[in-house]
């Protein structure tokens, strides 16, 4: 029991009580996002920068330039002599994600954010957060997507193929996945062996020993609060397992089975993914990303 608290799905909330995770409304405009704009300093900006949801050439505002497309990625300032970084806050667990990362693995000289979220458990009536994750996603991914150009986020997020379509595209994506409490290893490895299993319908050859390397990459380490990892798929049979994850580190596993790859995809953004308020930011996200 203790186990499927990180990973076993659970009810989603509705829309007006559960807000997507990368939107704060503007109360002047509903029709405005907050960026809050981070240092990587020790100190952080003191500025809050607004900008207009707006799918067009990008807009030179206070230093900082949006990108067409995927609304969310912003172009840090170079500026400074110290250097800035954007961030978007998680609101529940205030875990703040960058908007653009250079991913561990990745041939793609950066991800954009598309949405974030977090990982409730709630017994009996208290609520428990075990994490906060985001998706980042290559912005070519847009060109694959037509379907979703005229659909609301809602309508995203129960299109299921879409969500399947999205996994199928070879492009690079990756789950950001930040601990706000402690777990041992094998409870995370316990939990995540429970979420997959059920998964795998069909199981191959490749299965066996791609769960014995995420065995060994979590069952013997703790994961204090505040560690990051890193789930990211290269294409659809093969991902990179990243534990303390930078810039500059490797993969400490490289999974290639397509079951095993695309039931922890499942995991997230299935019918019945462990974060609702992931899917639906990442709805939201790509509603957003074609107007």
């Known amino acids: 029991m203790v186990a499927s608290m990180i990973f076993a799905p659970i009810s989603a909330k509705p829309w007006n009580s559960t807000a997507a995770a990368c939107f704060r409304p503007d109360p002047v405009s509903p029709f405005r996002r907050r960026i809050i704009a981070g240092s990587n300093s020790s100190s952080p900006l003191s500025t809050t920068a607004f900008f207009p949801l707006q799918h067009s050439a990008a807009h030179q505002i206070n230093n900082l330039r949006l990108r067409p497309r995927l609304p969310l990625s912003l172009k840090a300032s170079s500026s400074s002599s110290v ?19 250079n991913v561990p693995g990745c041939s793609s000289s950066s991800l954009s954010l598309l949405g974030t979220g977090y990982r409730e458990k709630v017994f009996a009536i208290i609520g428990v957060k075990v994490y906060a994750a985001g998706l980042y996603v290559d912005q070519s ?111 400490d596993a490289t999974i290639e089975s397509m079951n095993v790859a695309a039931a922890l995809f499942d995991v997230f953004f299935g019918d019945s993914p462990v974060s609702p308020s992931l899917k639906m930011s990442v709805a939201t996200g790509l509603a957003v990303g074609h107007k």
């Open 83 to 101: 250097g800035t970084t954007e961030y978007l806050e998680e609101p529940t667990t205030n875990v703040k994600f960058p908007t653009s990362l």
């Open 141 to 251: 991914i847009f060109t694959i997507l037509t379907a979703c150009k005229d659909q609301s986020a809602a309508e995203i997020e129960a299109n299921s193929s879409l969500f399947t379509s999205i996994f199928l595209d070879a492009s690079e994506k990756a789950l950001r996945i930040v601990l706000v409490r402690d777990v041992d290893g094998k409870t995370f490895w316990d939990a995540l062996d429970e979420a997959i299993s059920p998964r795998i319908k069909a199981p191959a050859e490749a299965d066996k020993p791609a769960l014995a390397k995420l065995r060994a990459t979590f069952e013997n380490r703790p994961l204090n609060k505040g560690t990051v990892l890193f789930l990211t798929w290269l294409g659809p049979s093969k991902m990179h397992v990243c534990v303390e994850g930078d810039a500059s580190s490797g993969a």
